[in-house]
Every structure is written in C-alpha cells, then in structure tokens.
C-alpha cells in the first residue's frame, strides 16, 4: 500500500524558517517525480513545487519561488521543503505527492500543517 | 483567484446525475490531455477520481466519469449517491512540471 506521510509542520511568525518531511513507503520512492501541494483553511488546492527523481529538476510556483526550497534523499524515501521567509498566506495544510504521468498526485497523505502569525 | 474555473456549486437528487465543468485555456486544459479530478470530504485528504480526462484509478466506480471539449473538462456523476457529497477539485497539467487547480466545487445530495 502506497504511503506518504508528512510532518514538521507548526506555527511560525512572520519571517521565520520552517521544515517540511515525507516519508513514502510501499512503492519505489527513487523511481517516482514528487510534488508539493498545499491547500489553505477553507480554499482550494495550489501546486507547490516539483522534484524529478534526481533531483536534475525543480519547479515551483510563482508564489514561493525564491522562498521555498525542495530536496529529496532517495537513500531514506524521503522529501522535504524548507520555507524560508514565511508569510501569513503560506498558511496551509501541505501535502506530498507521487507523481504519475501527467497527474499531480495519485496518492495523497494526511498532510502537515503550517501556521504563520504574530 | 484560481486558474481553472468552476462553479461553486451543483446539486442533485439520489439516482441523479450531475455534471461539474472546469474551464481553463489553450496552455492547460487545452493544451494537454491530463485533466485530473480530487474527491474531498470534509477534514480528510484529497482522493484522485479521474486522471488524463477520463480514466478511472482502481477502485473508483464507473459512476465517474470525465470528459473534455476545447478547452472545458466535466466529471459527471451518475446515479448520485449519499456518500458522493463533497467538494471536488479538477486540476491540469500547465507545461514545464508545472499545474493548476480550479477553485473547487461543493456538491450537495439534495
């Protein structure tokens, strides 16, 4: 059974730094491009940024370009995103994707929570 | 503001169907042929129901279907059930690893 699971997720002031893990398990994690996607309390879902499996390529949203950064370690199946220079708007439930194809995610985990306020 | 636009909301009766459309451009929706469709109930996880415009992931019944003319996707639900009221997402491939959601849209089982 596909797994992914986040954490790090908190509540940060404004400006601060903050770093997100996943853990996916039940699938070959080096074989698979992986996405960030974050969904705020009551909105829709926003990609966040994209990661190929070598980690040759990386992607994100114009809304965190410059902020955010994405790395992975295949050794330990595992994704994470730093987010620097945090705003109120980054407030949000992120997810870690698999990516299949043309589809942003296929499986989706919990997700983990950030919170950014004075 | 989303990039891909849906209605807000539909609503129908059990045993009705319903039809959610997800307007997006030439650089997305009609652009690609990867429309994807989320399922999401309130406090879980978003659950993929439809991939490439209109393929199913094993386990979703074939009462979901999707489509795509131009620059419009739909997922259509047939024979409308308790359980299928939720909020539903459809999302494209936009190029260059990147993609685009809509703004969600609230089904009701009347």
């Known amino acids: 059974e596909v797994q992914l699971v986040e954490s790090g997720g908190g509540l940060e002031q404004p400006g601060e730094s903050l770093r997100l893990s996943c853990v996916g398990s039940?699938?070959?994690?080096?074989?698979?491009?992986m996405n960030w996607l974050r969904q705020a309390p009551g909105k829709g879902l926003e990609w966040v940024s994209y990661i190929s499996t070598s980690s040759n390529t990386i992607y994100y949203a114009d809304s965190v370009k410059g902020r955010f950064a994405t790395s992975r370690d295949n050794a330990k199946n595992s994704l994470f995103l730093q987010l620097n220079g945090l705003r109120a708007e980054d407030t949000a439930i992120y997810y870690c994707?698999?990516?299949?194809?043309?589809?942003?995610?296929?499986?989706w985990g919990q997700g983990t929570l950030v919170t950014v306020s004075s | 503001q989303s990039v891909l636009t849906q209605p807000r909301s539909v609503s129908g009766s059990p045993g009705q169907s319903v039809t959610i459309s997800c307007t997006g451009t030439?650089?997305?929706?009609?652009?690609?042929?990867?429309v994807s469709w989320y399922q999401q109930h309130p406090g879980q996880a978003p659950k993929l129901m439809i991939y490439?415009?209109?393929k199913r992931p094993s386990g979703v019944p074939d009462f979901f279907s999707g489509s795509k003319s131009g620059n419009t996707a739909s997922l259509t639900i047939s024979g409308l059930r308790a359980e299928d009221e939720a909020d539903y997402y459809c999302?494209?491939?936009?190029?260059?690893?990147?993609?685009?959601f809509g703004g969600g849209t609230r089904l009701t089982v009347l």
């Open positions: 030439i650089s997305d929706v009609g652009g690609y042929n990867y």
């Open positions: 039940g699938f070959t994690f080096s074989s698979y491009n």
């Open positions: 999302c494209s491939y936009a190029g260059s690893y990147t993609w685009v």
């Open positions: 994707a698999r990516v299949v194809g043309g589809t942003p995610s296929d499986h």
């Open positions: 490439d415009v209109n």
